[in-house]
């Protein structure tokens, strides 16, 4: 070859050479130098992850300070979709199917949640309260499972297990409806928000603030490095006024209740409710409802047989039964004992001969066959006479009876802090009406409809009591005419008077109108939170007694019933003799209510100590008997709770009634 | 030792420096691209105690050994190399046919072969011993090569090994072969207006094909014939808009142009590289390490590399020139080809101009077999600058 034709040739291959690397140069100029801002921001996309630290929930107290709820750091496991896809694995059903093994789900079970997340940046929460050794064995294989994210938050725990599970009520993720109406106080999908109970109440005091954690990640998701945190704040604490020892004793002895109730061949006595308050302040001291369930089971992952169990058994232990309400049976005696009194239609010494029933039109047996011979107004009580209250209520009526029960806060709710209460009956006729009307023909709910409205129209326009009276018996007359039951009939009255009948009450009313009782005739509004702290110790709100009403009732008339209730805890027939020795003064009222087609409720409600009222009770167990035998023991065991007294356990102590 | 001390006084020192400077460079960023990341711990997690150096300690002894073949090349006659070729070029074919038949797999390739613990990459030596005898080839034919029918026995030559390196596959290197044939014929006289023709031809024909399949394919279902698997077309062409497969197919091209263009211009300082260092980056110690020079050092890092390989290739057209004999500008020809062709499509790939083929930065990436060849590419050239004239002694 020729030396020209090389160099030539060469200078040639230099110009192109040139060319390549002006070409390379400048494309690093147009990325680095005119792009810059595009790729930077690209790169930040790319390893920036704002990281939720969840904040604690307020811890819960009980008035003496023992920790009721609490919070527990637990690992959960998250997937974040946008690092496994970039993670260049080829795979991500393999991901996905090695994490499922792992964590013994089924692998179409993450690709539902997967698919459900609504912002699909953001990891999906695949598993909480997963347990150290799973942890550790993601931790492991960290390398082959990309986007895979392991978080610790904190979970609701409960060092007293299901103690006072159904008035916390439980926590839960956020449903679309409640987030709707949420929405401007700043809740987000996948946030926690309390269910029901105080969880539900006291949810904006209860809930703290999210931090946060921007971390830089690599190629799987996995944090490298912090760039900031903004500390969660946790929520504010809740002081209760529930007394633990007291709520225990209340529990335990639901449940030994009903077991020595199935043992004695009550075949459905499976639930029940203790409730006890102040009678000073109306402050909640226990609220019981049995059957119970383990509260950790609602918190963080519910598999299908829990949820089963708590929400689906026949016994629904998630129903908080001290709200709902009840026949009350005898416990009601005291209301037509006091309505009497106060319309001057009896005296305390006015006595009736009790053959052992009652008759009108037909025979109303008295629970004792043969009867109780003369019985007073406090020996009526002591006895649990029937006969007496069959006559005394009739010589009052069936709206004294009334007025006197709403007095006492029984057929409204109480106003508690908690979701769900039951409003209660009051027997009468407005109540009876609203109840029957419901199982009329439609052709007769039109007649009566009919009647209803000329009737309002003309007593709008009445004048005077007279007239009043006058149109109010022809309405009667002509409802009578479309179904007898639509009217009160004086048998209604006698049924009514012995707690029977329309009558329905929850157990904390019961216990609200026997605290009145105790305490003269104050009804306070029953609450549970005494206060509100925040994390640091601050009081941010204080729940002061709320009276509702000062009983119209007179003193006297007070004395007189509380004097019977007494009798009910002493020799030789009191019907909850033989409970309470060794005590300071019990007094009591038991009650069997009947239930159509099925045994009798056990109740009993009481207050002690009787010369200076502290803490009032109601206690049910459903189809339990009688109330002396069933029920008794429970609020003897609470009693023995709150006086400081060893707990008395089973007795086998037969009442009557 | 008097000849050796004169062989000295020749040596470029220009070309040993650079080359010296871009070894040392590129050990520095082997490091940085295998530093294994440190993860925050997660409550009760332990960090992996891996040996951040195990890599770098890998390379420089094949940097050592680089050297050391470099220094025999260098003491060798090299023309006493043209005795010998024909043995060279069958001892090739032979190594090829060994790596399909008893060669290890990785990366979807059958490219490497295990000799005492080490795995062997013989597509690379293939190039320069391709050159070699490819230069002697060309040098005792003396023919012209005017016509078509002229180069026919060139490709022949070539079209062998480059089937069996394609068979592997390895589309980079293969590629490589061509861009070095072509310019050797090109410096040994041969029509230019032929080959850019043929250049011309070939890609205008492989365009029409690879265009014909993919539309025949999304359009009526059918497709043809195609010597590359779909995932492997897919990776040639996606350079042309990553974007429609961000997350496959486009995923190293996408994170390679972001770590080059956050770089700016002074880059985000050495090993602290978020797409580096947050393995964003795939295959960043071999094929994507230019992206890593670029992510950490910015533009300023990029272009001072880039001048050292301008260096590097302007000193091999310097010696090609000054070669005393056609064999010794032929091999050099073949070199700075080579060099060239590679440098270009390799940096190039990362951002976003060239297709992903998989072919290393010469003296830059991590790897033993393109070390050893390119260091030993090295040896022959200074060799053939050493005795470039018939120079009294």
Redo the contacts between chains.
């Keep these: 070859?020729e030396?020209k034709?090389?160099?030539r040739?060469?200078r040639?291959?230099?110009y192109?050479?040139i060319f390549?690397?002006l070409?390379?140069?400048s494309?690093?100029?147009y990325?680095?130098?005119l792009?810059?801002d595009?790729?930077?921001t690209?790169?930040r996309e790319?390893?920036m992850r704002l990281v939720t630290i969840i904040a604690p929930r307020g811890e819960v107290y009980d008035r003496n300070g023992v920790k009721i709820v609490g919070n527990q750091p637990v690992y959960t496991v998250s997937l974040d979709t946008v690092s496994l896809?970039?993670s260049?694995q080829e795979d991500t059903g393999e991901v996905v199917r090695r994490l499922a093994a792992i964590l013994d789900m089924d692998p179409q079970e993450i690709q539902q949640k997967v698919d459900q997340q609504e912002r699909f940046y953001e990891p999906v929460k695949l598993a909480t309260r997963v347990p150290?050794e799973i942890?550790?064995r993601i931790?492991e294989q960290?390398m082959e499972l990309p986007g895979v994210v392991?978080?610790?938050e904190p979970l609701r725990e409960y060092p007293n297990g299901s103690l006072l599970a159904q008035v916390m009520g439980y926590v839960r993720q956020i449903s679309p409806e409640q987030l709707e109406k949420n929405k401007d106080k700043g809740y987000k999908s996948g946030d926690l928000f309390g269910q029901s109970g105080l969880e539900n109440t006291y949810e904006q005091y209860l809930r703290g603030q999210d931090g946060g954690r921007q971390?830089?990640?690599?190629?799987?998701g996995?944090?490298?490095?912090?760039l900031g945190v903004k500390e969660p704040v946790p929520g504010n604490n809740l002081v209760l006024t529930i007394d633990q020892k007291v709520q225990k004793a209340a529990e335990d002895a639901l449940a030994r209740a009903s077991q020595e109730a199935l043992k004695q061949g009550y075949n459905e006595a499976r639930a029940g409710a203790a409730v006890a308050l102040d009678v000073r302040t109306g402050a909640v001291l226990a609220m019981a409802s049995y059957p119970g369930y383990d509260p950790v089971k609602l918190s963080g992952y519910l598999s299908q047989n829990d949820y089963n169990e708590i929400f689906n058994s026949p016994w629904k232990p998630i129903l908080n039964r001290a709200l709902l309400s009840y026949v009350p049976g005898s416990t009601f005696k005291m209301i037509v004992a006091m309505a009497g009194l106060e319309a001057n239609v009896i005296t305390p010494q006015d006595t009736i001969s009790d053959p052992g029933y009652f008759f009108l039109g037909t025979r109303f047996n008295d629970w004792k066959p043969g009867g109780h011979g003369i019985v007073n107004m406090v020996r009526a009580i002591k006895v649990s006479c029937d006969t007496y209250f069959y006559q005394l209520g009739l010589k009052v009526g069936i709206d004294k009876i009334t007025r006197m029960a709403e007095e006492f806060g029984l057929g409204g709710k109480t106003g508690i802090e908690l979701p769900g209460e039951d409003a209660g009956v009051v027997a009468g006729y407005d109540a009876k009406y609203q109840l029957r009307e419901d199982f009329l023909s439609s052709a007769a709910q039109k007649k009566v409809k009919e009647i209803e409205q000329r009737y309002n129209d003309l007593l709008a326009k009445a004048i005077g009591d007279e007239q009043r009276k006058q149109l109010l018996s022809k309405r009667s007359d002509e409802l009578l005419a479309v179904d007898w039951e639509l009217a009160w009939h004086e048998y209604d009255t006698i049924i009514s008077a012995i707690g029977q009948g329309d009558n329905r009450y929850s157990m904390l009313q019961l216990a609200n109108y026997v605290a009145t009782i105790a305490n003269g005739g104050t009804l306070y509004k029953p609450f549970l939170v005494q206060r509100v702290v925040d994390p640091n110790g601050k009081v941010i709100k204080e729940n002061n007694p709320v009276v509702v009403n000062y009983a119209k009732v007179s003193p006297k008339t007070l004395a007189i019933v509380r004097e019977g209730m007494r009798e009910v805890t002493l020799p030789s027939d009191g019907t909850a003799y033989g409970f309470f020795a060794g005590f300071p003064p019990v007094a009591a009222k038991t009650g069997t209510a009947e239930v159509k087609d099925h045994d009798n409720h056990a109740l009993i409600v009481g207050f002690a100590p009787y010369d200076n009222p502290e803490i009032a009770v109601a206690v049910i167990v459903e189809f339990a008997g009688h109330g002396g035998t069933m029920a008794g023991p429970v609020a003897e065991s609470m009693l023995a709770a709150y006086f400081g007294l060893p707990d008395p356990g089973i007795k086998s102590i037969s009442s009557p009634e | 030792m008097l000849i050796q001390s004169r062989l000295f006084k020749k040596l470029d020192y220009t070309l040993l420096a650079s080359v010296a400077m871009i070894i040392l460079l590129g050990l520095i960023f082997i490091y940085s691209a295998t530093k294994p990341?440190?993860?925050?711990p997660?409550?009760?997690?332990?960090a992996k105690n891996a040996d951040p150096f195990s890599d770098v300690k890998r390379q420089m002894l094949w940097v050592f050994v680089g050297f050391s073949v470099m220094f025999t090349v260098f003491y060798l006659y090299y023309e006493d190399l043209m005795k010998h070729v024909r043995f060279l070029y069958v001892i090739n074919l032979i190594m090829l046919v060994a790596v399909i038949k008893f060669g290890i797999s990785d990366l979807g390739a059958q490219r490497w072969i295990e000799i005492g613990g080490f795995n062997f990459q013989p597509s690379e030596f293939s190039k320069l011993i391709l050159i070699i005898c490819f230069a002697a080839f060309l040098s005792s034919r003396k023919k012209k090569l005017d016509r078509l029918r002229d180069l026919l026995p060139s490709f022949a030559f070539f079209g062998v090994p480059i089937l069996l390196i394609l068979k592997q596959p390895d589309l980079g290197t293969a590629l490589v072969l061509l861009a070095i044939m072509f310019?050797m014929l090109?410096?040994?006289?041969a029509n230019?207006r032929l080959l850019i023709i043929i250049i011309v031809t070939v890609l205008v024909m492989l365009s029409v094909w690879i265009g014909a399949h993919l539309w025949l394919e999304a359009n009526r279902g059918v497709t043809l014939w195609m010597p590359l698997k779909d995932y492997q077309l897919n990776r040639l062409i996606i350079f042309l808009d990553p974007w429609q497969d961000?997350?496959d197919a486009g995923?190293n091209v996408?994170?390679s142009?972001?770590?080059?263009?956050?770089?700016?211009?002074w880059g985000r300082g050495l090993f602290q590289g978020?797409?580096t260092?947050?393995?964003?980056l795939?295959i960043q110690e071999t094929d994507f390490i230019f992206s890593v020079v670029?992510e950490e050092l910015?533009?300023i890092g990029?272009?001072t590399l880039?001048t050292l390989?301008?260096v590097v290739?302007?000193r091999c057209?310097l010696i090609?020139?000054n070669a005393k004999d056609?064999f010794g500008?032929l091999i050099t020809?073949g070199i700075?080809s080579m060099l060239?062709f590679h440098?270009?499509v390799n940096?190039?790939m990362t951002?976003?101009?060239m297709p992903v083929t998989g072919i290393p930065l010469p003296m830059f990436s991590y790897g033993g077999s393109s070390m050893i060849t390119n260091l030993a590419a090295l040896g022959l050239l200074l060799n053939i600058n050493m005795r470039r004239q018939k120079i009294l002694f």
């Design positions: 070859m030396k034709l090389v160099e040739r060469m040639v291959f230099l192109v050479v390549i690397f070409v390379l140069v494309r690093l100029v990325m680095q130098l792009q810059n595009r790729f930077s690209l790169a790319n390893r896809a970039s260049g150290l942890v550790t931790e960290r392991i978080d610790i971390v830089e990640v690599n190629t799987g996995m944090p490298v490095r912090d | 990341t440190e993860l925050l997660v409550a009760g997690s332990v310019g090109f410096v040994s006289g230019p961000p997350t995923y996408i994170q142009q972001i770590a080059i263009g956050q770089g700016g211009f978020s797409q260092h947050g393995d964003f795939p670029g910015g533009f990029a272009l880039l390989y301008f290739i302007y057209i090609t020139i056609d500008t020809a700075v060239t440098v270009l940096v190039g951002c976003g101009i």
